[in-house]
């Protein structure tokens, strides 16, 4: 571990120059020194730039108390332990100055307490003439950018304790601007779970700096693009663009939570939020989406409801439909299974989900259970009131909660053959032996009488969930065969004898079955 503090590790300008990528530990044994580390000529095929900062306290005019120079084209990580200064009172210089575009990280020193850092610049002057009065007149920024230094991007602050202030530069951000063709911009700025107060007179908290135009005249034309917040306490005198959690997020906004007990239990839309509270003054400064949300402090519940760009501490949210997410069934064709909706809280509500009440409807008419029938339905719910929010009044519902399950075209054992053929003897349709019908089909005209060759008979399903129009087709048509009579049985008929005066008939032979003359006799001559 380097201490700073000591001349013999730096040089007899007071710097400490790293021109290599590795890992350095530095500390001043919490002792005030003006001694600087600046980094420099570093390529991109070296590794990573590891910075540990124990307790150092850096407090110079002679520049930035550390320095990342713009030939440094490799990743700089700064762990923080302990309480840890980066000051400067040069007005030109920011505190931790970074004028490359590689990527800047600040985290904590890994398992050890949240570091601290308080990187800024706190130059003073005597704006006026023969005023004795000193007045603060910091031009770069607490982080970021000198003054006059055209662009600052790529710094993630992580889980740690950041204060950052400047007077004319940003807190974070870019340093003031004051030549012709130079606007002070920045951009990728993100701040996770981390206590960051940023604090500019003239330019943002976080963003731009102060810009001026030609002839001297105030210009805020310096642009800032993609801040990230997410978790944490982020406290600035402005943000110089919409905040949003990732790149393509929501916007976010303030909310103002008062923690003054410190309480070290605290959940937003029952998450847990870290840290708690702000360390200057004990509230939170959580930026949330643009929706009511839910808090818990210690053991107290709050509602913080949304309006017009700003949250209120209010008693109990008003539910509306707008708070749900609805997805319908994912397979929409009757089945004989349930098919339930799901309706989600947009926002994890506490213990909201078990106080929902999924209703639906056929035709406007109220079920029991869920649906499985086919049929066009429309799903309305009912929610008792939970902690953060009052009962529902009525039902809720929206025009596109609805969905439509479709009939099936699979009826259970559909006959797969349209044919029977059956002997003469089979007379009607309920004499067919056996049963040539599936499982749960029946006749429709069981009666029915069958001539000899084609007739037509229809079944019909008959299963628990016929007739409700869960199928398309519930009938089918038979061809019924019948075969004609082979005339197994014969007999004579309409014999006569002859007499002496009068001729006979030899008979006709007929089917004692079918009745049918298979043959016809002949006349038998009279005797005399």
Not at 62 to 75: F, H, Q, R, T, W
Not at 421 to 436: G, M, Q, R
Request: aromatic content about 10%.
């Amino acid at each position: 571990e380097i201490n700073l503090s000591a001349n013999s590790n730096v040089d007899n300008t007071g710097i400490y120059t790293i021109k290599n990528a590795g890992t350095y530990r530095f500390t001043s044994n919490e002792q005030g020194t003006a001694n600087r580390i600046v980094i420099q000529n570093i390529n991109s095929n070296q590794g990573k730039v590891e910075i540990h900062l124990n307790n150092l306290n850096i407090n110079t005019s002679n520049g930035p108390a550390l320095y990342i120079m713009d030939s440094v084209k490799v990743e700089v990580l700064i762990y923080l332990q302990g309480n840890n200064e980066l000051i400067t009172t040069n007005k030109s210089s920011a505190g931790l100055q970074k004028n490359n575009s590689s990527l800047l990280t600040i985290s904590n020193e890994p398992g050890k307490d949240t570091g601290c850092l308080d990187a800024s610049n706190k130059a003073m002057d005597q704006p006026f003439p023969f005023s004795t009065k000193l007045e603060p007149a910091g031009y770069g920024a607490g982080i970021g950018s000198g003054m006059n230094e055209s662009f600052v991007s790529n710094i993630v602050i992580s889980g740690v304790s950041v204060t950052a202030s400047s007077t004319s530069g940003a807190g974070i951000g870019s340093g003031f601007a004051s030549n012709a063709g130079i606007s002070g911009n920045c951009s990728d700025i993100t701040i996770s779970n981390s206590t960051v107060t940023a604090t500019s007179t003239s330019g943002a908290g976080i963003g731009s700096g102060h810009t001026l135009g030609g002839a001297g005249c105030t210009n805020t034309s310096g642009t800032c693009s993609d801040i990230f917040i997410s978790g944490g306490s982020v406290k600035g005198s402005s943000i110089g663009c919409i905040p949003r959690q990732s790149q393509n997020g929501s916007q976010l906004y303030l909310c103002e939570i008062s923690n003054t007990s410190s309480s070290t239990v605290t959940t937003i839309d029952d998450k847990p939020w870290t840290p708690s509270s702000h360390l200057s003054d004990g509230n939170l400064y959580a930026w949330l989406t643009g929706e009511d949300h839910f808090v818990t402090v210690g053991s107290e519940n709050r509602c913080y409801i949304f309006t017009s760009g700003t949250f209120t501490q209010q008693g109990k949210h008003t539910i509306t439909i707008n708070d749900f997410n609805f997805n319908p069934p994912i397979d929409l064709t009757y089945d004989g299974k349930p098919k339930p909706v799901t309706v989600i809280p947009k926002v994890s509500f506490k213990d909201m989900a078990e106080n929902i009440t999924v209703k639906y409807f056929p035709e406007d008419k109220l079920i029991n259970g869920l649906p499985v029938n086919a049929g066009d339905y429309t799903v309305k719910i009912a929610v008792n009131e939970g902690d953060f929010y009052y009962p529902t009044t009525g039902d809720l519902s929206d025009p596109n909660w609805s969905f439509t399950i479709k009939k099936s075209d699979n009826t259970p054992n559909f006959p797969l053959k349209n044919t029977i053929f059956v002997p003469w003897s089979c007379k009607k349709v309920n004499e067919i032996d056996p049963d040539s019908l599936p499982e749960n089909w029946e006749w429709q005209d069981s009666t029915k009488d069958l001539n000899v060759g084609d007739n037509t008979a229809t079944a019909f399903y008959t299963g628990e969930d016929a007739n409700k129009g869960n199928y398309n087709t519930e009938t089918f048509t038979y061809t019924i065969t019948r075969e004609a009579c082979k005339h197994p049985h014969t007999t004579e008929r309409y014999y006569s004898s002859p007499s002496c005066t009068s001729s006979g008939y030899s008979g006709d032979t007929y089917c004692t079955d079918c009745n049918k003359t298979l043959s016809y006799g002949y006349t038998i001559s009279a005797y005399g």
